[in-house]
C-alpha cells in the first residue's frame, strides 16, 4: 500500500521546528523537502505553499531564530556590573547554540537564485553585527570597571564571546553548567596559580 502525505496546513512553528531537527540532524546536504514532508506528515506541495526552495525556507529559519535570540537579550535585565551582564550574555548564548551550527551552513546556501534568501541573509548579517557591538559596549564598560584588562583588544574579548559556543561540548555538560565553565576559563584563564 502506497502511502501518501495528507494535505492539510502548516502551523507554522511546526516547520520550523521541523526544519531545526532536520538540519542539526542531517545538515544543509541531507536537508530537503521530502524529508520535511515525512516529518510534518504533509504534502512537499504543502511546504512550496509556503517557501520556494531550502534556501529560502532554512534562511528564513535562521533569521527568525536570529530574532528570538535578540528578542531575550532586549529582555535581559540591567545587572550591576557589565560584567555579570556578559556573563548573562554567554548563558543565553549557550542556550541558542544552535544559531551557530546553522550559521556555519551559511556558505552552503544558494545565494544568486532568490530575493527572499538575500534579504534574510542581509537582517541575520545585521543582528550578527548588532550583537557583536552589544558585546562590544558590554566589554568597553567591564574594562571601565575594572573587571577586564584595558590592555586586551576589544574585538578581540567580543570574538571569544561570540565565538565560545563552536567548542564541541563532547561530554554533554548542562548549557547553564557548560557556560559557567566557560566563563569561568574566560575570567580566571587555566592556570590553577592562586
Same mark, same amino acid.
Given at each position: 500500500m502506497m502511502y501518501m502525505a495528507r494535505q492539510r496546513k502548516i502551523i507554522i512553528e511546526d516547520l520550523l521546528k521541523a526544519?531545526?531537527?532536520l538540519l542539526l540532524e542531517k545538515g544543509y546536504e541531507?536537508?530537503?523537502f521530502k524529508a520535511l514532508s515525512e516529518?510534518?506528515?504533509v504534502a512537499r506541495s504543502t511546504?512550496?505553499?509556503y517557501y520556494s526552495n531550502k534556501d529560502e525556507l532554512i534562511t528564513d529559519y535562521m533569521r527568525l531564530l536570529m530574532m528570538e535570540v535578540m528578542g531575550r537579550i532586549k529582555a535581559i $535585565?540591567?545587572?550591576p556590573s557589565s560584567f555579570q551582564m556578559l556573563k548573562e550574555l554567554l548563558n543565553l548564548f549557550m542556550e541558542y547554540s544552535q544559531v551557530y551550527d546553522m550559521i556555519k551552513m551559511r556558505p552552503s546556501l544558494n545565494q544568486s537564485g532568490s530575493p527572499a534568501v538575500i534579504k534574510n541573509l542581509q537582517d541575520l548579517d545585521c543582528s550578527s553585527q548588532e550583537l557583536f557591538k552589544l558585546l562590544s559596549v558590554h566589554i568597553e564598560r567591564? $574594562?571601565?570597571e575594572g573587571s577586564i584588562r584595558e590592555d586586551l583588544s576589544t574585538s578581540l574579548v567580543a570574538g571569544i564571546f561570540f565565538n565560545t559556543v563552536l567548542i564541541p561540548n563532547h561530554e554533554k555538560i548542562p548549557p547553564a553548567q557548560?557556560?559557567?565553565m566557560i566563563f569561568s576559563l574566560i575570567e580566571h584563564g587555566i592556570s590553577s596559580k592562586k
Open positions: 526544519t531545526e531537527e541531507g536537508f530537503h516529518k510534518l506528515d511546504i512550496y505553499e $535585565k540591567e545587572r567591564a $574594562k571601565a557548560w557556560s559557567e
